[in-house]
């Protein structure tokens, strides 16, 4: 699209979320007050994840890589790359059965209209502050305990430099899952990079391709875990881009 109708089409993701966030916000505000009531407001979260990604012209498609399910009853921290703010909505969209809590930068908050559910929905954490990375251990298990499921995109952000395929993974993710023998879910996201950058210049309604790429056991060893994990990914993000 032309730039133009790009700026068009990021004026109408303001406008989408703006109504959205009106009709379903106030229900997800109220019930998130309650730790036991958090199950039920995720169900309008979802409800405003598929609206703001079909509502931008996006669909997705899935291919198991794995012989592997997922188990609605287990509680699981989720991983993926990171390209694009529809991440969000569409991890809401691929779990159903497991309300998410997901680890993000505070500064997202700052977001007109997004923040106002995104800080609903996450442990936030300043990046730069070595006692808030420190911390979110301690709130994670908080989430946990209250029957949460973790979303960490173990990138720590995306990085100015579009041509990495994939940066290098921070400890986070895996610390959490060897500390709370919590199996990994790992999912790679392909197209979200060119059909929705963080650059609001860019982008196109389009579908993006979802790859499940299995579930790994907790272990004793964080390092192994990451390793693994970004193997993964980056095989997956190079054979399939």
């Given at each position: 699209?032309?730039?133009?109708?790009?700026?068009?089409?990021?004026?109408?993701?303001?406008?989408l979320a703006f109504i959205l966030t009106v009709i379903l916000g106030i229900p997800v505000y109220i019930l998130s007050f309650n730790k036991k009531h958090y199950k039920y407001a995720y169900k309008f979260i979802r409800i405003w994840s598929y609206g703001m990604f079909y509502g931008m012209g996006l669909r997705y498609e899935i291919?198991?890589?794995?012989?592997?399910?997922?188990?609605?009853?287990?509680?699981?921290?989720?991983?993926?790359n990171h390209t694009s703010i529809m991440d969000i909505m569409l991890t809401c969209i691929l779990f159903p059965h497991h309300p998410l809590c997901f680890v993000g930068k505070k500064e997202l908050v700052k977001i007109p209209i997004f923040g106002t559910?995104?800080?609903?929905?996450?442990?936030?954490?300043?990046?730069?502050?070595?006692?808030?990375?420190?911390?979110v251990y301690r709130r994670c298990a908080e989430k946990m305990e209250e029957g949460n499921n973790i979303v960490i995109f173990p990138?720590?952000?995306?990085?100015?430099?579009?041509?990495?395929?994939l940066d290098e993974f921070k400890d986070g993710?895996?610390?959490?899952?060897?500390?709370?023998?919590?199996p990994i879910a790992i999912h790679t996201f392909v197209g979200l990079k060119e059909i929705f950058p963080f650059d609001n210049s860019k982008g196109y309604p389009g579908k993006v391709?979802?790859?499940?790429?299995?579930?790994?056991?907790?272990?004793?060893?964080?390092?192994?875990?990451?390793?693994?994990?970004?193997?993964?990914?980056?095989?997956?993000?190079t054979e399939q881009s």
């Open positions: 699209m032309g730039k133009i109708l790009n700026y068009l089409w990021r004026g109408w993701l303001i406008l291919t198991n890589l794995s012989d592997q399910k997922i188990d609605k009853n287990q509680q699981y921290v989720i991983i993926s559910i995104y800080k609903r929905i996450c442990v936030m954490v300043d990046r730069g502050s070595a006692r808030s990375r420190a911390d990138e720590g952000g995306v990085p100015d430099d579009t041509s990495i395929i993710a895996f610390t959490l899952s060897s500390k709370h023998h919590s391709k979802v790859y499940f790429n299995g579930i790994l056991e907790p272990t004793d060893s964080p390092k192994e875990l990451k390793l693994s994990s970004f193997e993964t990914i980056k095989k997956t993000l």
